[in-house]
């Protein structure tokens, strides 16, 4: 096609009505494909759109990118957003407490700012022209496919398609040949840095995390906070292991160890759970003004989930912190509110809302 521009200029002329008409019927079949795919999946695509517009809130506060990462930033502009009262009914349906933005350019301008991510794109865009001057078309098509993917998912974030965007981009320029021979030196250079036995570490963290998680799960928390201490050092970084560990804490009385560690569990996830379990830290230690501001917090995060709504009305039934009108507030919530998939921990909560409310009649 590059070499031969005149014959397709000369095609175009001749047979510009066919091709309008093909490419009209192209476009329309791609809608439609569209409209099937978003209709199959309709709050899954929603989802995605409102993880998108939060991100976006989060890049307005954090132009210079987040110092804590993009989970921190995420559930801070999350929780503000909510917290305002003014959004549509399906984005508290389709809220969640990802853990990535689901499209690199954003997770990028987030996490390294915004002025250094549009010259990282300048670049790319230099390197691709660069690579249709040097006819790199192959190359190019696929340094392209990745840029398509990045868009709504996070391959940047797997190391082996971060090496093959930086390969793609050294090849748009020196070749497919010189490339290959990057990629070995590349991977050399990695086993002489001794960065293999960093992953290797990892790995066996992750297979000790594992056991550690089944006494976690099985109950055995005094066996499972060791074995959660023995890997910290590799695992620090990760909000699911950090929160994990801070459960098991709490789970045996040592509420201020928890609350070290789920603190640091806040700036690695956005789930609410880990303000749920602050909270009943502060509430089990009778701190229940700091409980009631993280039971908030986390309804505010995502206000479609009961639970802590129901943590709320347990403690506005304490009798140190006794609040009828507050409590009654959040009975109702928990009564009423619909739940995105109902269990039977849902039925818990709810009978025991009105166990409370029938005691607290019987003592007046």
């Known amino acids: 096609m590059h070499r031969e521009k005149r014959k397709w200029k000369y095609l175009w002329r001749k047979y510009w009505r066919r091709y309008l008409a093909w490419g009209t019927a192209g476009v329309l079949v791609l809608a439609l494909a569209g409209a099937g795919v978003f209709f199959l999946k309709p709050d899954s695509a929603l989802g995605r759109l409102f993880l998108w517009k939060i991100a976006c809130r989060a890049i307005a506060e954090h132009p210079w990118g987040c110092p804590w990462g993009f989970a921190y930033a995420y559930g801070e502009a999350q929780e503000k957003y909510f917290s305002s009262g003014n959004y549509a009914a399906w984005e508290e349906r389709v809220a969640g407490s990802p853990e990535y933005a689901f499209n690199e350019y954003l997770d990028c301008a987030l996490n390294i700012s915004l002025p250094l991510t549009i010259i990282l794109l300048c670049m790319i865009v230099m390197y691709l022209r660069i690579g249709v001057m040097y006819r790199q ?10 840029l398509l993917f990045s868009f709504s998912s996070y391959p940047m974030h797997i190391p082996g398609f971060m090496m093959a965007g930086v390969f793609l981009l050294i090849a748009c320029r020196e070749g497919i040949l010189i490339g290959k021979f990057l990629i070995v030196g590349a991977w050399l250079a990695v086993s002489v840095a001794g960065l293999g036995d960093k992953w290797k570490q990892e790995e066996d963290a992750c ?11 099985l109950g055995s928390h005094a066996a499972a906070q060791k074995a959660y201490e023995e890997i910290r050092p590799a695992l620090d970084d990760r909000g699911a292991f950090l929160f994990e560990y801070g459960h098991s804490l709490h789970k045996s009385g040592n509420y201020e160890e928890s609350d070290w560690i789920l603190r640091a569990a806040t700036y690695r996830s956005n789930a609410p759970m880990i303000r749920n379990v602050m909270g009943k830290n502060c509430q089990a230690m009778g701190f229940y003004w700091q409980a009631e501001a993280y ?3 986390a309804v505010h995060l995502l206000p479609g989930r009961i639970y802590p709504y129901y943590l709320l009305a347990k403690l506005y039934a304490e009798p140190e912190y006794r609040n009828r009108e507050r409590f009654e507030e959040m009975k109702r919530i928990v009564l009423t509110k619909e739940p995105k998939v109902y269990s039977t921990a849902i039925k818990e909560m709810r009978d025991e809302v009105e166990k409370i409310e029938n005691e607290w009649e019987i003592r007046q």
């Open 207 to 217: 297979r000790k995390w594992a056991h550690a998680r089944m006494l976690y799960q």
């Open 137 to 146: 078309y192959g190359v190019c098509g696929a340094l392209l496919s990745l």
């Open 295 to 297: 039971y908030l917090s």
